[in-house]
């Protein structure tokens, strides 16, 4: 559970079980740029790791999907693949929560960087990254299949290079 959390929240590893949720909580939809099947084909990859936040109402009894995070872990950096927070549940804290246990993970692995890309004109997530000490390093044009830019960011852990 995680501290001041209204909804009880937790976080586990995601499985092939899991992914038949992502398209009910909309974490497949079309900015997402991934399906359910890139979701389940990421889990058979050896460098993967995909962690999902459930949340559950005070006093319920069953869990829900409330997120995914997704990266690959190639020492001494990560790839941050994929970060969704259901629709209906954005703008609650709960894509920083996934970003701290990002965090908290990568570094007990021993990684000193982590990058990702994110859509150019995806504002909200732009700012979440940054929140987290995220730069941009590089611009990928055209990138996306719809031909949206894709913006390239990289954090240093504690103990990393510097970016350059």
Do not use: K
Not at 63 to 78: F, I, K, N, T
């Amino acid at each position: 559970m995680i501290a001041n959390d209204p909804w009880g929240t937790h976080i586990r590893p995601a499985t092939a079980a899991d992914v038949a949720d992502f398209d009910a909580a909309h974490l497949t939809m079309p900015q997402t740029s991934w399906t359910a099947a890139d979701f389940a084909t990421e889990l058979t990859v050896d460098e993967s790791r995909m962690w999902l936040l459930e949340l559950r109402a005070q006093g319920g009894a069953t869990w829900a999907v409330g997120g995914v995070l997704c990266y690959r872990v190639m020492l001494p950096d990560v790839e941050l693949m994929q970060i969704a927070v259901a629709t209906g549940l954005r703008r609650h804290g709960l894509g920083g929560q996934l970003m701290a246990h990002c965090a908290t993970q990568v570094r007990a692995a021993g990684a000193t960087r982590i990058h990702l890309d994110v859509r150019a004109d995806n504002s909200a997530a732009i700012r979440l990254y940054e929140r987290y000490d995220f730069v941009i390093v590089g611009r990928r044009r055209a990138y996306y299949r719809d031909g949206a830019d894709a913006l390239l960011m990289d954090r240093v852990l504690e103990g990393g290079p510097p970016i350059a």
